[in-house]
């Protein structure tokens, strides 16, 4: 070999190595920014309160503790108190504290207690990873001027990544484990996030970087439910989903916002290093606002029956201000132009003033049969079950949360005017007359539905749409679980600041003596009461507590309480109103299990009660119902509306359920195939179940139309006018899109 090739060859061998050594120091530098980021957070001793000196004074040479045997409250406890002392500045005894550290450490990692979710992956990582950080700059000093520390102190660096790798795995090998698994999907990632990130920018290894960085990526991509599988995360309609045993259970009143707000986290420590958020991901958690979270709050309040096993606590769920707060950081920290930048704009407007925030839209979510209708004074959100859905969990055992949750999907239905109408009112609920559902008046405990697992649905048919501020929901009632023992069609239309239900063949699975009741509302009681049924005039005074009973609704009748109106038509079926005015007292440790370790006494409460239900008998053959709820309308109003501006009820039996609202606009629920009559010889036929709008001018016929069976491609839908009929192909949305309504326009000319 030639002087020029050894020249040649040594100068591209000395390139390839300072590239190489760039690389690494570029690479340093990014994990180093990433490290200062997380540096000086999470650090806080729970679960012991022992001195330093009483801790070291436990501590024996190999790392262990004289008194107790490995747990993890040891890392949450007493070695963060050793890392708490040792972060104070002026702390005499570092290197004794740090050595500490290093021993106790060591041993409890070598010696770590059996696996537990969700204390190990989530709390005690969390305190690892603190510990690390705060001890991380002098370690590594040491370790560069101590050559006799560098074995244990690398071996340490490496025995916590373990550890990371260890509660990310669930504490199982790599090979058995199922990423797609809710305990590893969502916000059971955001939990172990920040852990997860400050250890491997511990490590200095890209490597490690690049691990957690790819578990982040599998949680953007949308997900589709479908009666055989439940996946966890954020769905084409703007559902977030999670823990569904049962079937999906929309969870974004807790797992789906605790997961973006440690993903935002992640999003701003990683920004300029190669491991950033894509564009699409960071307009991704734009979406997450705009196509979903907003829609679950009303003036500060979450809606109950969306808020999974978390809506029994005293603190009633609410965003109190978090929503703004977090927009507000990204916009501020994303490194592009944010693609809907000009809506985030106008929701952080309408955010300005947390407990006065409201929508003014409507929204159907067909991934998790939901429609949410908001205008400024009113808001409703009516939660419904299929054989790909579920209501609000509870988890298991006496000291589960959510007790009385078995209910909470059955139609559902959250009535809002000012946001705080349930907070005080649950301590006295009745979970069996939860507003809007059907259900038998058993005695005793509710089964419990841990993870949503008993709260499974045999129905099929469950769809609805939104359009024009307007929305429709139906489905036809049948649970798994033989403790509800009942069927019926129940349909929700909502308009303006109105919601009119209709409900038809109520019937008993089996015979027994339980009567069945449809409840209008239960909420905290507020004012007089006053009421017209069946033409009999009345008022229960504020304070006055009664339980009326109005048999056989013949005629309009209406109860009106708290700026509501209730109004109640006649149908075939006679049923009974049942008006309760009283004071009742509960007990939260009945509610949340959260509340069973203190003393059962202290939580007694005493609430003020408005319920009204109505009664079908406790053996109903085919029974219905018919009633509209107006929050928000004065006295007066009430009593003109009554007069001449009632919708028209056109048919409510168990092929069809359908409504005029106005001169021109139908809204219908066809159960099977068949044809409505409209007005002036008008008549629109399906020959497919449907969910249908119809609106009407002189020139054309707007249809919007979703698929409520959610397996339908096609179908075939006609308007006869008397002098022509006007036909159409229904090609229903596939795939991703599945459940999703489509338009069909008709010339009328």
Not at 157 to 163: A, G, K, M, P, Y
Not at 248 to 274: R, S
Request: charged share 25%; hydrophobic share 35%; net charge positive.
């Amino acid at each position: 070999m030639n002087r020029i090739h050894t020249i040649c060859i040594t100068f591209f061998a000395c390139l390839l190595l300072s590239s190489s050594a760039s690389s690494q120091e570029n690479g340093n530098a990014d994990i180093q920014k990433i490290r200062t980021a997380h540096q000086g957070k999470k650090l806080s001793a729970k679960g012991e309160t022992l001195s330093t000196e009483k801790i070291l004074s436990l501590l024996q040479e190999d790392g262990s503790f004289s008194d107790e045997t490995p747990h993890t409250k040891h890392i949450r406890g007493r070695i963060t108190q050793l890392a708490i002392d040792y972060s104070k500045a002026k702390q005499p005894n570092k290197e004794e504290l740090r050595k500490a550290i290093y021993s106790s450490l060591q041993y409890w990692i070598n010696h770590r207690p059996k696996y537990k979710f969700p204390r190990v992956p989530f709390e005690t990582l969390r305190a690892m990873a603190a510990i690390e950080l705060v001890i991380y700059n002098d370690m590594i000093k040491e370790r560069e001027s101590n050559p006799a520390m560098a074995g244990t102190i690398d071996s340490l660096i490496q025995s916590i990544s373990e550890f990371s790798h260890w509660c990310w795995y669930n504490g199982k090998s790599p090979k058995v484990f199922d990423k797609h698994e809710g305990h590893n999907r969502g916000g059971n990632v955001g939990y172990r996030l920040w852990g997860m990130t400050a250890i491997a920018s511990c490590s200095g290894n890209e490597a490690e970087m690049d691990w957690v960085h790819e578990i982040v990526k599998e949680q953007f991509p949308r997900v589709v439910n479908t009666p055989t599988d439940f996946p966890t995360g954020f769905t084409t309609d703007g559902s977030w989903i999670q823990h569904n045993a049962g079937g999906a259970q929309n969870y974004w009143v807790g797992y789906g916002v605790h997961w973006i707000n440690h993903v935002l986290n992640y999003a701003e420590a990683t920004k300029g290093t190669p491991w950033t958020l894509t564009e699409k991901e960071w307009n991704t958690i734009a979406d997450y606002y705009l196509d979903g979270i907003q829609w679950y709050h009303f003036k500060n309040r979450a809606a109950l029956n969306l808020a999974g096993r978390h809506n029994a606590l005293k603190k009633a769920p609410a965003d109190n201000g978090d929503m703004k707060k977090k927009i507000t950081k990204l916009m501020a920290v994303s490194p592009y132009t944010l693609e809907r930048e000009a809506e985030l704009k106008t929701l952080l407007q309408k955010q300005r003033t947390t407990h006065t925030a409201t929508l003014d839209s409507t929204k159907y979510f067909w991934n998790t049969d939901l429609l949410i209708h908001s205008t400024p004074n009113a808001y409703f959100a009516i939660k419904m079950l299929s054989n790909r859905t579920t209501g609000c969990e509870t988890s298991e055992s006496e000291r589960a949360h959510g007790k009385n949750n078995f209910f909470s999907g059955d139609g559902s239905t959250m009535i809002y005017r000012n946001g705080k109408e349930y907070d005080k009112a649950r301590i006295g609920w009745n979970w069996r007359a939860l507003p809007g559902i059907t259900a038998l008046q058993k005695n005793g405990k509710l089964p419990l539905s841990p993870w949503g697992r008993e709260s499974k649905s045999k129905n099929q048919f469950a769809g609805g749409l939104a359009a024009n501020k307007k929305g429709i929901a139906a489905f036809q009632y049948n649970r798994v679980n033989s403790y509800a023992n009942l069927q019926a069609n129940k349909a929700y239309f909502t308009y303006d600041n109105v919601l009119l239900a209709l409900g038809n063949s109520i019937r008993k699975n089996k015979d027994d003596d339980f009567d069945v009741w449809t409840t209008l509302n239960q909420s905290i009681r507020n004012g007089s009461i006053h009421y017209n049924i069946n033409g009999k005039k009345g008022k229960i005074k504020e304070g006055k507590s009664s339980k009326l009973k109005f048999k056989d609704i013949q005629k309009t009748s209406w109860v009106y309480h708290d700026g509501t109106a209730y109004l109640i038509f006649p149908t075939k079926k006679a049923s009974s109103l049942l008006l309760f005015a009283e004071e009742r007292t509960g007990n939260w440790a009945d509610l949340d299990g959260r509340y069973a370790t203190n003393n059962k006494e202290n939580q007694l409460e005493e609430t003020s009660i408005f319920q009204l239900s109505l009664s079908h008998g406790k053996h109903p053959d085919q029974a219905d119902y018919s009633y509209m709820v107006i929050p928000g309308i004065e006295l007066n109003a009430l009593k003109e509306i009554c007069k001449d501006k009632l919708p028209l009820i056109i048919q409510n039996n168990d092929e069809q359920q359908a409504i005029q609202i106005d001169t021109n606009t139908y809204m219908m629920v066809f159960y099977k195939k068949g044809s409505v009559s409209l007005k002036d010889g008008i008549s629109l036929e399906s020959d497919v179940p449907v969910i249908a709008m119809l609106s009407l001018n002189n020139e054309e016929a707007v249809l919007q139309v979703s698929d409520p069976l959610h397996q339908q491609k096609n179908g075939k839908i006609k308007i006869n006018t008397g002098n022509k009929t006007l036909e159409s192909n229904i090609d229903f949305p596939q795939g991703i899109n599945v459940g999703k309504s489509t338009e069909i326009k008709l010339n009328l000319k």
